[in-house]
């Protein structure tokens, strides 16, 4: 069946430095794809999507590009900072009409 | 509008009793899912509606577990029965039909079975 598979977490960096988070996937055909952000004490709430391959999401100075040949769609942001902390989720939306959440990745930037 | 609301925010129930849960979708979504989520781990899927109809429910649902969407608008899940197992955010989101929309997330219902 459809999966995410997400970088483990906790990820702890320092202001202004250099995020990574990766997520590959397995589901059939071309689905679009999302990260969504769970904020401490929030719900959670859509922080960028891409519809097709080679299509960059952006937000808030976060990136993520579809690539179809990896199945991947890796989250980044140049320079991270304290209200960047909270757990962030990469889901696909599969072929039956829904989003399949990763494990999520929690992140902690520090001061 | 004030988005997806879900109600109640905490629950703590004795084991073998039975809990409902309400959810509120934004008024023009005509999809509404319910996923579980427990803790260090994402949502999981259980079942989802377009309009009054219950599309597709997790293989991984308990017979304990029904939803219902009567009028295509607010929602409720059942559990009956309940089980120290089933102590998990229980979370509500609604959406347009379409693959590339976003869907919109409730504050969840915590529930915890003692």
């Known amino acids: 069946g459809d999966s995410v598979t997400q970088m483990e977490g906790p990820v702890t960096l320092s202001e202004e430095a250099f995020l990574t988070i990766n997520c590959t996937y397995t589901a059939t055909g071309y689905p679009s794809l999302f990260w969504y952000v769970q904020y401490p004490g929030e719900g959670l709430q859509l922080l960028l999507k891409?519809?097709?391959?080679?299509d960059k999401g952006s937000n808030k100075g976060f990136e993520a590009t579809y690539r179809k040949e990896t199945t991947s769609f890796h989250l980044e942001k140049g320079s991270v900072q304290v209200s960047d902390s909270a757990v962030y989720f990469c889901a696909p939306y599969n072929q039956g009409g829904k989003l399949i959440f990763g494990q999520g990745t929690e992140l902690s930037v520090k001061p | 509008d004030t988005g997806v609301s879900q109600d109640p925010r905490h629950k703590i129930t004795k084991r073998g009793q039975n809990v409902t849960f309400r959810c509120d979708p934004i008024s023009e979504h005509n999809r509404l899912y319910w996923y579980r989520q427990t803790l260090g781990q994402g949502p999981e899927f259980l079942t989802y509606f377009q309009n009054e109809a219950q599309l597709e429910k997790s293989r991984l649902l308990s017979d304990r577990f029904s939803a219902e969407r009567p009028k295509g608008s607010f929602s409720t899940l059942e559990i009956q029965r309940t089980e120290q197992g089933d102590s998990a955010m229980y979370l509500c989101?609604?959406?347009?039909?379409?693959?590339?929309?976003?869907?919109?997330f409730g504050q969840g219902t915590r529930l915890t079975v003692v």
């Open positions: 891409a519809t097709k391959a080679d």
């Open positions: 989101a609604s959406s347009l039909q379409g693959p590339n929309t976003e869907a919109f």
